[in-house]
Nanobody, 124 residues
Framework: QVQLVESGGGLVQAGGSLRLSCAAS????????VGWFRQAPGKEREFVAG????????QYTDSVQGRFTISRDNAKNMVYLQMNSLKPEDTAVYYC?????????????????WGKGTQVTVSS
């Protein structure tokens, strides 16, 4: 399996920006589709954004469309989530997730590897 480590979380005011990073190690990263998920206190983990192995196909949940951008650099074994115009409702722990085979991972049931998460807090 691939090992995933998130970074870049923090505290930001509403309207601000953060860029999350997901560093991969282990198996060939370019064979993995990757997704970002988030979990707020008392809520289920939900899909945020996903990207296929090549980076040519992306998918977003409606609430972040136009504000968040997912990208990847396979040469560096990295995936990024650029988050702009942040809202208090974006507050959550954000997790990077990988699935062997290269397709976008958009459901928690399809994940092979999870990172440990990074906290994002947006103040109003």
């Amino acid at each position: 399996q691939v090992q995933l480590v998130e970074s870049g979380g923090g505290l930001v005011q509403a309207g601000g920006s953060l860029r999350l990073s997901c560093a991969a190690s282990g198996r060939t990263f370019s064979n993995y589709g990757v997704g970002w998920f988030r979990q707020a206190p008392g809520k289920e983990r939900e899909f945020v954004a996903g990207i296929n192995w090549s980076g040519r196909i992306t998918q977003y949940t409606d609430s972040v469309q136009g504000r968040f951008t997912i990208s990847r650099d396979n040469a560096k074994n990295m995936v990024y989530l650029q988050m702009n115009s942040l809202k208090p409702e974006d507050t959550a722990v954000y997790y990077c997730a990988g699935r062997w085979g290269g397709a976008i991972v958009a459901t928690t049931g399809g994940v092979d590897s999870w990172g440990k998460g990074t906290q994002v807090t947006v103040s109003s």
